[in-house]
């Protein structure tokens, strides 16, 4: 049986999905994380900051916030309920890297936490440094030509 | 009115990401590679400015955001820094999101125990 075939055949095997449910989910929980750093950028907006120089400080607060609720376990029951609500915030991100830290803290500070922290998140910062670098290429070679 | 528009949008940036991942199969690595290149790739051609105007965090927050934080950190280093901008203007405007994880992933490992 190749690759291909077996793949279909779980497919039989494996309960339906429930895509429309999990879409809502997602749709509700992760429009609500948005909302939350959407009320940390006005308050820093409010606080004397300007939309340039308050995004870092709103991405760090979210990781802040992310890294809380992963640590106390609460951000893996709301993987499991949001999916992609969960997983595409930056919350998700921080969830990626704290959780992989703490989980792998038995094999050592440099062998488990420094060598597993970017298990999750490597991939996602290696690619979008990747096409970074691409297109920043492009960009680059096209200064003057495109603003 | 921002914030109607940053729940709608950053709620159906993540359905479809769901989406995606129930109808293709797709691990959600995959997703979140392909979340991140993708807003790279719109953020370059200009595309992905006007969203994050008008959605603010539901546009910046979801990881397309983060692809799109890092190719328009590079490209307003252009100018300043000049071909160096390629290898360092991406990490200038997403280091603060990056460092704050690693910093509070080690911390938490130090006073967090690992769960069976």
């Given at each position: 049986m190749d690759k291909a075939e077996?793949?279909?055949?779980?497919?039989?095997?494996?309960?339906?999905?429930?895509?429309?449910?999990?879409?809502?989910?997602?749709?509700?929980?992760?429009?609500?994380?948005?909302?939350?750093?959407?009320?940390?950028?006005?308050?820093?907006?409010?606080?004397?900051?300007?939309?340039?120089?308050?995004?870092?400080?709103?991405?760090?607060?979210?990781?802040?916030?992310?890294?809380?609720?992963?640590?106390?376990?609460?951000?893996?029951?709301?993987?499991?309920?949001?999916?992609?609500?969960?997983?595409?915030?930056?919350?998700?991100?921080?969830?990626?890297?704290?959780?992989?830290?703490?989980?792998?803290?038995?094999?050592?500070?440099?062998?488990?936490?420094?060598?597993?922290?970017?298990?999750?998140?490597?991939?996602?910062?290696?690619?979008?440094?990747?096409?970074?670098?691409?297109?920043?290429?492009?960009?680059?070679?096209?200064?003057?030509?495109?603003? | 009115m921002t914030f109607l528009l940053a729940f709608l949008i950053g709620g159906a940036l993540c359905l479809i990401a769901q989406l995606v991942m129930d109808l293709t199969r797709l691990t959600p690595a995959h997703i979140l590679v392909g979340a991140v290149v993708l807003g790279v790739i719109l953020g370059g051609v200009g595309v992905y400015e006007p969203l994050a105007k008008v959605a603010g965090a539901g546009a910046t927050i979801p990881l397309p955001g983060f692809g799109y934080s890092m190719i328009t950190g590079l490209i307003q280093e252009i100018p300043k820094e000049g071909w160096v901008a390629i290898f360092s203007g991406a990490f200038k405007a997403t280091g603060a999101g990056i460092k704050a994880a690693l910093i509070f992933g080690i911390l938490a490992s130090f006073f967090v125990r690992a769960r069976a």
């Amino acid at each position: 049986m190749d690759k291909a075939e077996y793949q279909k055949r779980a497919r039989q095997v494996e309960p339906p999905r429930p895509v429309a449910r999990n879409a809502l989910f997602a749709f509700l929980v992760g429009g609500a994380i948005c909302l939350i750093g959407q009320g940390v950028q006005t308050a820093l907006l409010a606080l004397g900051y300007s939309t340039e120089t308050a995004k870092a400080p709103t991405a760090v607060f979210m990781v802040f916030l992310g890294a809380v609720f992963t640590a106390t376990g609460l951000y893996d029951q709301l993987t499991k309920f949001a999916g992609m609500g969960a997983s595409l915030p930056i919350t998700g991100f921080a969830n990626a890297v704290v959780a992989p830290a703490i989980e792998f803290k038995n094999e050592g500070a440099v062998m488990g936490t420094g060598a597993r922290i970017f298990q999750v998140a490597g991939p996602v910062i290696a690619f979008g440094l990747l096409s970074a670098f691409v297109v920043g290429v492009v960009r680059f070679a096209l200064q003057g030509v495109w603003p | 009115m921002t914030f109607l528009l940053a729940f709608l949008i950053g709620g159906a940036l993540c359905l479809i990401a769901q989406l995606v991942m129930d109808l293709t199969r797709l691990t959600p690595a995959h997703i979140l590679v392909g979340a991140v290149v993708l807003g790279v790739i719109l953020g370059g051609v200009g595309v992905y400015e006007p969203l994050a105007k008008v959605a603010g965090a539901g546009a910046t927050i979801p990881l397309p955001g983060f692809g799109y934080s890092m190719i328009t950190g590079l490209i307003q280093e252009i100018p300043k820094e000049g071909w160096v901008a390629i290898f360092s203007g991406a990490f200038k405007a997403t280091g603060a999101g990056i460092k704050a994880a690693l910093i509070f992933g080690i911390l938490a490992s130090f006073f967090v125990r690992a769960r069976a």
